[in-house]
C-alpha cells in the first residue's frame, strides 16, 4: 500500500500563491506517473496536471501558465507551485500516484478569495 498526503493548501486572495506538495510513503516500488486532481464546489473531479517518473509534464487550459508541476523522486514528493490565484481555482486538490495501481490522497482545501 502507498499512503499519499497533501499539504499546503489554504485561504489565499486573488492573485497570490499558494504551493502544495503530496507525499508518498509505505511500501512504494516505483512511482510512475503522479497528477493533481481537484473537485470545484458544484463541478466534477476534473485533471489539473500530470507529470511521469521522467519529468513529462502535461497541464489542463485553465491552469497554464500559472501553475507548475514538479516532482523530487528522491522524497517520493509532487509539488503543486499555484501563481496568480483565480476565485474559480477553489477547490479541494487531491494527489494520484500510479505505483503497480492507482492511489489517492486525502486532498486539501484551496480557498481563494475575491
Known amino acids: 500500500q502507498v499512503q499519499l498526503v497533501e499539504s499546503g493548501g489554504g485561504l489565499v486572495q486573488a492573485g497570490g500563491s499558494l504551493r502544495l506538495a503530496c507525499a508518498a510513503s509505505?511500501?512504494?516500488?516505483?512511482?510512475?506517473?503522479m497528477s493533481w486532481y481537484r473537485r470545484a464546489p458544484g463541478k466534477q473531479h476534473e485533471l489539473v496536471a500530470r507529470?511521469?517518473?521522467?519529468?513529462?509534464?502535461i497541464y489542463a487550459d485553465f491552469v497554464k501558465g500559472r501553475f507548475t508541476i514538479s516532482r523530487d523522486n528522491a522524497k517520493n514528493t509532487m509539488y503543486l507551485q499555484m501563481n496568480s490565484l483565480k476565485s474559480e481555482d477553489t477547490g479541494v486538490y487531491y494527489c494520484?500516484?500510479?505505483?503497480?495501481?492507482?492511489?489517492w490522497g486525502q486532498g486539501t482545501q484551496v480557498t481563494v478569495s475575491s
Open positions: 509505505g511500501s512504494i516500488f516505483r512511482i510512475d506517473v
Open positions: 494520484s500516484a500510479f505505483d503497480r495501481g492507482t492511489y
Open positions: 507529470i511521469t517518473g521522467g519529468g513529462t509534464t
